[in-house]
């Protein structure tokens, strides 16, 4: 069946440096992304979402790239910070009568002060 | 802000009991999700609501489980007969008419 999926299960990084976290997704029909995250204990927070028909989109310290030729997502985090540790997620919607998310693995990002 | 609210936070119950959970959704949001996580897992969806009816389920959402929107403002999911692999998060989220999912806190089942 169609899922998302990341590459990287765990990212480590000292406090100050640029983040990448990447998710790859096989759904081409889906028409829109969303990265989530999670703190322990808590539900999944919004971060920031594309559309399919954009391949860029910034918000605040947060960047996602889509690439729909290989079916890839991005979330970069400027100047990471202690408290941007967590699991990351990537979700799609596909072409579905409930809109649902279909969420990836999640990626658990720590940053080393 | 508008949040999506879960209670209870935390519930035990013994295998072969019944439970709901109850999610009190953003009250200008028409549409009304559960979604579940096993404890280290990726979310997985269960099933979806609007306009009093399901949308669309999982293939985990069998006739165990079964949605509810008793009144204007409660949204519930009802597990019949828990098992031992039921025991994981719940997340209640809902959404209006545009792009906005809002994600509930949870609440934690744990079947012993």
């Known amino acids: 069946g169609e899922s998302v999926g990341l590459h990287l299960p765990t990212l480590s990084v000292q406090e100050g440096d640029n983040s990448i976290i990447n998710c790859a997704y096989s759904?081409?029909?889906?028409?829109?992304f969303i990265w989530y995250k999670q703190e322990s204990g808590k539900g999944p927070q919004f971060i920031i979402d594309?559309?399919?028909?954009?391949d860029k989109r910034q918000g605040q310290r947060v960047t996602v790239l889509l690439n729909k030729t290989v079916k890839h997502l991005s979330l970069q985090i400027a100047a990471t910070q202690p408290g941007d540790s967590a699991v990351y997620f990537c979700a799609e919607r596909g072409n579905n009568a409930g809109n649902m998310l279909t969420f990836g693995g999640g990626t658990r990002l720590m940053v080393k002060p | 802000e508008p949040e999506v609210t879960q209670t209870p936070s935390h519930q035990v119950t013994q295998m072969g009991q019944e439970v709901i959970l109850r999610c009190v959704p953003i009250?200008?949001?028409?549409?009304f999700y559960w979604y579940r996580q096993i404890l280290g897992q990726k979310v997985e969806f269960l099933v979806s609501f609007y306009n009093n009816e399901i949308s669309e389920k999982s293939e985990i959402f069998d006739d165990q489980f079964s949605v509810e929107r008793p009144d204007g403002s409660n949204f519930t999911l009802k597990i019949r007969s828990t098992k031992l692999e039921d025991s994981a998060m719940y997340f209640c989220a809902s959404r209006d008419n545009s792009d906005g999912y809002t994600f509930g806190s949870g609440t934690r089942l744990t079947v012993v």
């Open positions: 594309i559309r399919s028909n954009m």
């Open positions: 759904n081409s029909a889906s028409d829109y």
């Open positions: 009250s200008n949001h028409l549409y």
